[in-house]
Nanobody
């Protein structure tokens, strides 16, 4: 079992920045691929970014590429999502999720992630 807790959400103006954190406890964190997902009101939850076990590999959804950066600190059992140039359409609840991984592959389907946090709200005002 892995427990995940997100933090860092809030209200920001268009063009602003936020850094989300996902703190993990339980199993050996470096054994898990981690992803950030988001769900906007009335929409399905979608993948934002994923990072491999060591952090060497990353994957981004097209709509955040160049603006968001995912990273991890395995010594601190934490994954980060740096979000820059935020837009109103980035408004959503952001979730982190973990998937027990046996390779360094970063990309993964949402269905592969077994452990989920409770989410943190990000609101971007226009």
């Amino acid at each position: 079992q892995v427990q995940l807790v997100e933090s860092g959400g809030g209200l920001v103006q268009t063009g602003g920045s936020l850094r989300l954190s996902c703190a993990a406890s339980g199993r050996t964190f470096s054994d898990y691929r981690v992803g950030w997902f988001r769900q906007a009101p009335g929409k399905e939850r979608v993948l934002v970014a994923t990072i491999s076990r060591s952090g060497a590999g990353t994957f981004y959804a097209v709509f955040v590429k160049g603006r968001f950066t995912i990273s991890r600190d395995n010594a601190r059992n934490t994954v980060y999502l740096q979000m820059n140039s935020l837009k109103p359409e980035d408004t959503a609840v952001y979730y982190c999720a973990a998937d027990r991984a046996y390779t360094e592959r970063a990309s993964a389907a949402q269905s592969e992630f077994d452990y989920w946090g409770q989410g943190t709200q990000v609101t971007v005002s226009s």
